[in-house]
């Protein structure tokens, strides 16, 4: 998935596979199995915080490899995935596990993304 080409599937397959993950460390609702997480009090909603800064940073890195190597007509359809992420990991992260959880999850898209796209920079990650 490291060249454009196979960016026209899912955008977002790998913050999906990783929401997946996060879901069962949920289920699991064990805090032993997470890092300690970070997250944002000084973000707001109005800035399209998600109120993990790992997830911010992810989203916000995310965003900006796409637009740089991408054509306008599909980076705007991944700017509205990225959209829909950052709503969904915003209300998933409504307690202090759950933002453990997120960040722990974020920080391992960071890592696969700089795998996946390497022809971008990536700072933060496992």
């Known amino acids: 998935m490291a ?3 196979g960016l026209s599937g899912s955008p ?21 199995l997470l890092g300690a997480g970070r997250s944002s009090d000084r973000l707001t909603s109005n800035d399209g ?3 993990v800064t790992e997830c911010d940073s992810y989203l916000d ?11 306008s007509h599909q980076f705007t359809q ?11 990991w915003k209300t998933m992260a409504d307690s202090p596990f759950k933002k453990q959880a997120l960040a ?7 890592t696969t993304a700089r795998e996946e796209f390497q022809a971008c920079t990536w700072h933060g990650g496992l």
Do not use: K
């Open 3 to 5: 060249g454009s080409g």
């Open 61 to 71: 890195q995310y965003e900006l490899c796409m637009q740089a190597t991408l054509p």
């Open 104 to 110: 722990h999850v974020c920080r391992q898209a960071i």
């Open 12 to 32: 977002l397959r790998s913050a999906r596979w990783l929401g997946a993950i996060f879901l069962l460390l949920v289920a699991c609702d064990d805090g032993a």
């Open 78 to 88: 991944q700017q509205n995935g990225i959209r829909r992420q950052r709503t969904s």
């Open 49 to 51: 915080s998600t109120g």
